[in-house]
């Protein structure tokens, strides 16, 4: 344990500045209210589009409300919904994953076909098609998403368990007549852990991307929650005036999802560094 | 090898078929009528029978399916529910939009994405490597949105050297064409850059390394000529899958770059439609869309066999 946090902090400043980042992230979301200097969904209309000033730490935007607020409580969503989505698609891709690799045969086909089919439409349009078929809200949203990264679990947990089903172990539980679903729980499922956490923490920047980019296009979670994506969109009609509205909150969506990618990175060569270039 | 095609031909079928299934169960997947979402509260009964009757929604839903997919087979997508306009006209308008940026995009990453992956890989360490290896790791987490907002910001309304918006075709005027276009292009092609850097990059040190690559430099083989004919030959086979996932992304990032600079592609029709439930044209749009990353994967496959002999041979 030691030798592995040992790799995962000797991996350069980068990486230091990243796990930084995300424990600030997490810090940041669990203690918004307290954190933000004004409720982010006050309007105060005889002070919109104020730049910087002692009440207003970033400005306030087109409706008065505060930025430094609003950028807070968008921690808190972003991660909130990409956490939901990544729980999801793990439990759903583990299961299914664990499924197709053990049995095999045509259930193995058949859940290999769905996740082609599902990578066959690009993510972004996956999750945009699929919310608005479920109606929106933040639900709706988590599932989509959710839903779009089950495939990366299902392929991964499939072709691990490929590999080692055949192991001695394996066999020695069948024979002294193990039930099929504890030997997938407790024999195969660990040996996917390391992969797990790993291809985890990256889904969590592939997922608030995708919350953001969905909140761009109007298509997320509805107004006037404050959401990083929503703030870049809202901001550009301002973009010669107060540039900031919109460049801030990209700021913070870049941060975030290159931290946990830098993370990502740094967890698997700590945990298995045989899945360089895998992952 | 004809029956390795053949059977990546029926898979990619197999695909485009359960594809079609998800984007016709879109509209029955919430309760409620889609007629009745799309044209609001306000309507008469008569007037949404009268819809259902006309887009077929009031028989059986298998019936449903099969009379859709008859339709795309005869190159008919049916009528948008909102402003009755032929759905194929539209695809056939916007598709040739998408495709005139999306076409660069790919082949500018990939340039500049492989050039870039081999400089860092032959100068690694160096303050050039150290440069371009932060900017590509940046680059994979910069979202589309935000980059071309920044690139409106600076070249449109700071320097005024580029336009923000619009589009001209190429067959219209191509110079003007590349003029629009600059911009949205460079915008969706920053990712992609940054991520075939990365790949090409991990790819070349595997490779740089290996005893045929030193021996060819102890024959005495121009460096120049063992980097490009030697080693980087074998790192991209890894890399022309990466650019073959990448058209999946690039289609998906076009809604986010037609809509930024109001280009009247595929993407673009997808949101409309998407604010607006109209869903015959949804279904459309996530089938064509579908059927150009298959088909998309489905040549990387064959281009496999094409770069590595050793695919050729297990195809046999």
Redesign the interface.
């Known amino acids: 344990m030691k030798r592995k946090i040992k790799v995962f902090f000797n991996r350069g400043i980068?990486s230091e500045i990243c796990f930084a980042i995300v424990v600030l992230l997490i810090f940041v979301a669990i203690f918004a209210p307290l954190l933000a200097p004004c409720d982010p969904n006050v309007n105060d209309l005889r002070n919109v589009v104020k730049g910087v000033s002692s009440e207003h730490l970033l400005g306030t935007d087109y409706l008065g409300r505060d930025v430094m607020s609003r950028i807070l409580y968008g921690a808190r969503i972003s991660l909130y919904t990409s956490i939901l989505a990544g729980a999801f698609s793990a439990v759903l891709g583990i299961l299914l994953g664990l499924a197709a690799g053990y049995f095999g045969g045509v259930l193995n086909q058949v859940i290999m076909?769905?996740t082609?089919?599902i990578?066959?439409?690009?993510?972004?349009?996956f999750t945009?098609?699929?919310a608005?078929?479920?109606?929106g809200g933040v639900l709706s949203i988590v599932i989509s998403i959710g839903v779009s990264l089950v495939p990366t679990y299902i392929r991964m947990v499939n072709g691990q368990v490929l590999s080692i089903k055949e192991s001695d172990y394996v066999t020695a539980g069948k024979l002294i007549g193990l039930k099929n679903v504890k030997i997938l729980l407790r024999h195969l499922l660990p040996n996917c852990f390391p992969s797990l956490i790993v291809l985890f923490t990256m889904n969590l920047?592939q997922g608030i991307?995708l919350e953001?980019?969905m909140s761009?296009?109007?298509?997320g979670i509805a107004p006037p929650t404050a959401t990083w994506?929503a703030m870049?969109?809202d901001g550009?009609s301002f973009?010669?005036t107060a540039?900031l509205l919109?460049?801030l909150p990209?700021v913070c969506?870049?941060?975030v999802?290159?931290a946990f990618?830098?993370v990502g990175d740094g967890l698997r060569d700590a945990l298995d560094p045989r899945l360089?270039?895998k992952l | 090898m004809g029956k390795y095609i053949i059977k990546r031909l029926a898979?990619s079928i197999?695909?485009?078929f359960?594809?079609s299934v998800?984007a016709f169960s879109?509209?029955h997947?919430?309760p409620g009528d889609p007629i009745r979402i799309a044209l609001g509260e306000s309507v008469s009964e008569e007037t949404i029978a009268e819809y259902r009757a006309k887009y077929h929604l009031d028989k059986p839903v298998l019936q449903q399916y099969g009379l859709w997919v008859e339709g795309i087979l005869r190159g008919d997508f049916g009528k948008s529910l909102l402003y009755g306009e032929d759905v194929t006209t539209l695809i056939k308008t916007k598709l040739p939009v998408t495709m005139a940026i999306g076409i660069p995009v790919v082949l500018i990453s990939a340039f500049f994405g492989i050039l870039f992956g081999v400089v860092t890989a032959v100068k690694r360490g160096t303050w050039m490597d150290q440069l371009i290896t932060?900017i590509a790791?940046?680059g994979?987490?910069?979202?589309?949105?935000?980059i071309a907002?920044?690139c409106?910001?600076l070249f449109g309304?700071k320097l005024h050297v580029l336009p923000i918006q619009g589009y001209t075709a190429p067959s219209d005027d191509f110079g003007k064409y590349v003029y629009m276009s600059l911009l949205p292009v460079l915008c969706l092609s920053f990712g992609f850059i940054a991520t075939i850097t990365r790949q090409t990059r991990?790819n070349m040190l595997?490779v740089i390394n290996q005893d045929y690559v030193r021996t060819a430099r102890a024959n005495g083989i121009p460096e120049r000529s063992v980097i490009f004919r030697h080693a980087l030959k074998n790192a991209l086979i890894p890399v022309i899958t990466i650019i073959g996932l990448q058209v999946?992304?690039i289609?998906?990032?076009s809604?986010?770059i037609e809509?930024i600079f109001n280009i009247p592609g595929i993407g673009a029709l997808?949101?409309r439609a998407?604010?607006e439930?109209d869903y015959f044209i949804?279904q459309a749009?996530?089938l064509v869309?579908?059927l150009v990353?298959?088909g998309c994967?489905f040549i990387v496959d064959l281009l496999y066999g094409v770069v590595d002999p050793r695919v050729r041979k297990s195809w046999r």
């Open positions: 980068l076909r769905l082609d089919a990578l066959a439409i690009p993510a972004l349009i945009l098609v699929l608005s078929a479920l109606g920047g991307m953001a980019t761009y296009l109007g298509v994506g870049v969109s550009y973009l010669t540039p919109s460049i990209g969506i870049i941060l999802v290159v990618n830098v360089r270039g | 898979m197999l695909i485009i359960l594809v998800f879109l509209m997947i919430l932060t790791n940046i994979i987490g910069v979202p589309q949105f935000w907002i920044l409106i910001f309304l991990s595997e999946r992304i289609v998906g990032g809604v986010v809509r997808l949101i998407i604010t439930r949804i749009c996530v869309i579908s990353t298959v994967n």
